[in-house]
């Protein structure tokens, strides 16, 4: 595959910044994604939604990891009162912080994807274009930077599990309600564990294949 003197692609493929802003609009959208099934795990903690089930939240938000908008399909709308803390503009850092940690692992999927024609400077495009849309990590929770997990990943060494002890420091040092231990609290520290890194593992199986779209022939 050839580019073009003007940064695209020979033969009426896409221009770089095309391919550049599919991976943007996949990875925020898993952001935005997970970001709304922590509030639904949340709201259906409280006493009057017991009885609905959190693999349905699961299910559903997985089947589908770009799209924010489908837990819709649950019959349920956000109730601010029932979402206590979640419902703040402090909370939307949390967003920040989701999208960082996933932009950040853009060096790892791109790994897994060695014949593409992607290169890591468009990688770093990416990474650049997400940090726009909104990047946050206060008092560094978030030890990772690009720079660390680029040279990581060029190592071939393993690639670190995606967990989510940056979320538990988040929430005992800004979410105070959030930071109480009851049985809300608990429940939605038990879905952060989980929902993570099957997310995760959603989105960088995702990008792999976008990635593989674009390989060299």
Same mark, same amino acid.
């Given at each position: 595959?050839?580019?073009?003197?003007?940064?695209?692609?020979?033969?009426?493929?896409?221009?770089?910044?095309?391919?550049?802003?599919?991976? @943007?609009?996949?990875?925020?959208?898993?952001?935005?994604?997970?970001?709304?099934?922590?509030?639904?795990?949340?709201?259906?903690?409280?006493?009057?939604?017991?009885?609905?089930?959190?693999?349905?939240?699961? !299910? @559903?938000?997985?089947?589908?990891?770009?799209?924010?908008? @489908?837990?819709?399909?649950?019959?349920?709308?956000?109730?601010?009162?029932?979402?206590?803390?979640?419902?703040?503009?402090?909370?939307?850092?949390?967003?920040?912080?989701? /999208?960082?940690?996933?932009?950040?692992?853009?060096?790892?999927?791109? /790994?897994?994807?060695?014949?593409?024609?992607?290169?890591? &400077?468009? @990688? !770093?495009?990416?990474?650049?274009?997400?940090?726009?849309?909104?990047?946050?990590?206060?008092?560094?929770?978030?030890?990772?930077?690009?720079?660390?997990?680029?040279?990581?990943?060029?190592?071939?060494?393993?690639?670190? &599990?995606?967990?989510?002890?940056?979320? !538990?420091?988040?929430?005992?040092?800004?979410?105070?309600?959030?930071?109480?231990? &009851? &049985? !809300?609290?608990?429940?939605?520290?038990?879905?952060?564990?989980?929902?993570?890194?099957?997310?995760?593992?959603?989105?960088?199986?995702?990008?792999?294949?976008?990635?593989?779209?674009?390989?060299?022939?």
């Amino acid at each position: 595959m050839q580019f073009s003197a003007e940064g695209g692609e020979s033969g009426g493929e896409p221009v770089a910044d095309e391919i550049v802003q599919r991976f @943007v609009d996949i990875i925020d959208g898993a952001a935005e994604s997970l970001f709304e099934a922590l509030k639904y795990c949340y709201m259906i903690s409280d006493d009057d939604f017991y009885n609905i089930n959190v693999k349905d939240i699961f !299910r @559903v938000g997985l089947g589908d990891i770009t799209n924010s908008g @489908v837990f819709r399909n649950l019959g349920l709308e956000l109730d601010k009162a029932k979402i206590g803390e979640m419902a703040d503009e402090k909370f939307g850092e949390v967003l920040e912080m989701i /999208r960082f940690s996933f932009a950040l692992r853009l060096p790892f999927m791109r /790994r897994e994807s060695p014949d593409t024609y992607i290169k890591d &400077n468009q @990688v !770093r495009q990416m990474y650049d274009t997400l940090e726009e849309y909104g990047f946050a990590n206060p008092d560094g929770i978030i030890v990772e930077s690009f720079k660390s997990t680029s040279w990581l990943a060029k190592t071939k060494k393993p690639e670190p &599990n995606f967990d989510t002890e940056w979320f !538990r420091s988040w929430i005992y040092t800004y979410g105070h309600e959030l930071a109480a231990i &009851n &049985n !809300r609290n608990m429940f939605i520290l038990g879905c952060v564990d989980a929902l993570f890194p099957l997310y995760y593992s959603s989105l960088k199986e995702r990008v792999v294949k976008e990635f593989n779209k674009h390989g060299s022939i």
